[in-house]
């Protein structure tokens, strides 16, 4: 079973709407990577039948247990508007996300710190055939999925300490509208 942390902020926002961004590997990088094999030079193995994209992303684990686990989530479709009123982070691994169908999904993120902070949240669209990783201690809101989709998911097998949660305070939300 999975132990997490649950962190509180002082301070108010109320209510702020955030603005979703096209994600490129530029804007995304203080946040770990975007997967993603445009513009990336590739290697013809397998008697040419093959091109082979290497190291897209940084997979971190740390701790004791040094082993990644790959999993498949089955996302449900949100629904818009989507309050944000929480974040997580995982201090132990990266966590990296890759769509598994034709489809978009949307990934609100806070930059690495003790406590995430609210006016640094940045909301990324993600391109169907891309996915992303999030370095550890990124602060980020769960799986928003656009359509009802698999992802294949790589982060810590061992996962006990690896989730801290942050629950915003004083009725504080952040409003996320996609159409």
């Known amino acids: 079973m999975e132990e997490f942390h649950v962190l509180e902020l002082e301070g108010k926002l109320n209510r702020m709407n955030l603005q979703i961004k096209k994600i490129t590997?530029?804007?995304?990088?203080?946040?770990?990577?975007?997967?993603?094999?445009?513009?990336?030079?590739?290697?013809?193995?397998?008697?040419?039948?093959?091109?082979?994209?290497?190291?897209?992303?940084?997979?971190?684990?740390?701790?004791?247990?040094?082993?990644?686990?790959?999993?498949?989530?089955?996302?449900?479709?949100?629904?818009?508007?989507?309050?944000?009123?929480?974040l997580e982070n995982h201090p132990y691994s990266s966590q990296t996300f890759i769509p598994l169908q034709q489809t978009t999904f949307i990934v609100v993120v806070a930059p690495i710190s003790k406590i995430p902070d609210i006016n640094l949240i940045e909301a990324f669209i993600i391109s169907p055939e891309e996915g992303i990783n999030f370095k550890s201690k990124v602060w980020h809101f769960p799986l928003i999925a656009t359509e009802d989709s698999n992802?294949?998911?790589?982060?810590?097998?061992?996962?006990?300490?690896?989730?801290?949660i942050y629950d915003f305070k004083n009725n504080d939300k952040i409003i996320l509208d996609y159409e």
């Open 25 to 86: 590997k530029e804007n995304f990088i203080k946040f770990g990577q975007l997967i993603s094999t445009k513009d990336i030079k590739s290697k013809e193995i397998n008697q040419n039948t093959t091109n082979s994209f290497y190291d897209l992303a940084d997979i971190e684990i740390y701790g004791k247990n040094l082993q990644p686990r790959i999993n498949i989530f089955k996302a449900k479709k949100r629904n818009f508007p989507l309050t944000i009123n929480m």
């Open 151 to 164: 992802f294949l998911t790589i982060d810590k097998k061992d996962s006990i300490n690896n989730l801290d």
